[in-house]
């Protein structure tokens, strides 16, 4: 239990995905500028990374790993099927993203409200993608680990893009030099949280 | 055919700079010059032959599954190039670690099969995704050349610092040890970001 909770600080903090790796920072940028749709990008995020992160743990270790399709049987022992990962994970993601996306807009129209428009832009969301990339490159031993990771990440990208969007609304009443307005600025505000953020590294629980 | 084609996304409607796509993988695999050329080759590559298939296809795909169908056409073209760089250049595979799969998602390729690809022919859709692969490809050398340069004092692993000018040989000289941490990628892309609209004004935000 102790190294669950480790694990989900430090991927909140110490291997936060915008700013140590950088991922899902197109719609990082595009989609951070006020609080409120930032929240419902976020919320997505931690959402679809939670589901499909466990899916595709499961589909690594019983399918795609070399000697992944013993349990089918002897012959099938020797086969190593670990090139197909990217197309699968991708295909998995394509499709959960699809189906939660069909299944919140029929039974909760509320929360279709809020995260509808944000669901087929996450299907290409490069954290979502690089967070089953990182489960694989890692090896996480366990589901728990890896849902841990799937959650913690998540909310490491929530808290970021929230944060950069309060940051965003009070910068618009800032006198910024006229060829750095806008995505300039952004950018340069990203690597200073970023060095922020760098302090939280070493941590150790 | 319009060379437009070909000049507009180096500089003017360049991917990175202009149209914000493909960010991810600029920042965070230009620590060194080697693997970003590396990167910004594969991305050419996938950039230029996704949108050529697929345009390719465009009469023939349903409207309502098309994401999933340019998904498989990429991933198909991402794997080659894993394979590929995992069979003759090992190093720098393990050195883009995850990256390399990341072309999947990487933003360019998608915009450019949606706003180009998909609604033009074959050869002109080609040499539009190698332009934006290329305009994608020039920040991210600049980029690399810049933090190798003041990070770790070489140019594409040849140093170019004297070693008779660093502290620990008697000289005045130490690499800049922020150049190499991922933050200080984005505030170089911030500052050219700055220099390009500096020159080119219609670019500047309200």
């Known amino acids: ?205 | 055919m319009d060379k437009k084609i070909f000049i507009e996304p180096l500089f003017r409607n360049n991917p990175i700079t202009v149209l914000v796509l493909g960010v991810c993988s600029a920042l965070a695999v230009t620590v060194k010059l080697e693997p970003a050329i590396v990167m910004a080759l594969s991305v050419t590559i996938v950039t230029g032959f996704s949108s050529f298939i697929v345009s390719l296809i465009r009469n023939t795909i349903p409207n309502r599954i098309r994401i999933i169908v340019q998904l498989v056409v990429v991933a198909m073209l991402v794997i080659l190039v894993d394979q590929i760089l995992k069979a003759f250049a090992y190093d720098v595979s393990k050195q883009l670690s995850v990256f390399v799969g990341l072309i999947i998602t990487n933003c360019i390729i998608m915009g450019r099969i949606e706003a180009f690809a998909l609604g033009n022919k074959p050869i002109p859709s080609l040499v539009d995704g190698l332009a934006n692969g290329l305009g994608y490809g020039i920040i991210l050398i600049a980029i690399a050349f810049i933090r190798e340069l003041f990070g770790s004092g070489t140019i594409y692993g040849f140093p170019v610092i004297p070693a008779e000018w660093y502290i620990k040989n008697g000289g005045f000289y130490e690499n800049n040890g922020l150049f190499i941490l991922p933050p200080m990628a984005l505030i170089i892309t911030g500052i050219i970001i700055w220099i390009q609209r500096s020159y080119t004004k219609e670019l500047i935000e309200k």
């Open chain 1, 1 to 205: 239990m102790q190294e669950l909770i480790s694990l989900f600080v430090k991927s909140i903090f110490v291997d936060n995905m915008v700013f140590a790796y950088f991922l899902g920072m197109c719609s990082y940028l595009a989609v951070s500028k006020n609080v409120k749709t930032a929240i419902g990008l976020g919320a997505a995020v931690v959402f679809v990374l939670g589901v499909t992160l466990p899916v595709n743990y499961l589909l690594n270790t019983y399918v795609l790993t070399p000697a992944a399709l013993a349990w089918l049987g002897p012959d099938f022992a020797g086969i190593d099927l670990s090139f197909l990962s990217f197309i699968i994970f991708i295909a998995v993601i394509a499709s959960i993203v699809q189906l939660v996306e069909m299944v919140v807009e029929k039974y909760s129209p509320s929360l279709y409200a809020s995260l509808g428009i944000f669901l087929p832009l996450i299907a290409v969301n490069c954290a979502i993608l690089g967070g089953s990339l990182f489960m694989q490159e890692r090896g996480y031993e366990t589901l728990a680990e890896a849902t841990t990771f799937a959650l913690g990440s998540g909310f490491g990208w929530f808290l970021a893009i929230v944060a950069l969007a309060a940051i965003r609304e009070k910068l618009s009443y800032s006198n910024v030099p006229a060829p750095l307005r806008g995505l300039g600025i952004t950018f340069i505000v990203v690597g200073l949280m970023g060095i922020a953020f760098m302090s939280f590294m070493g941590i150790k629980l």
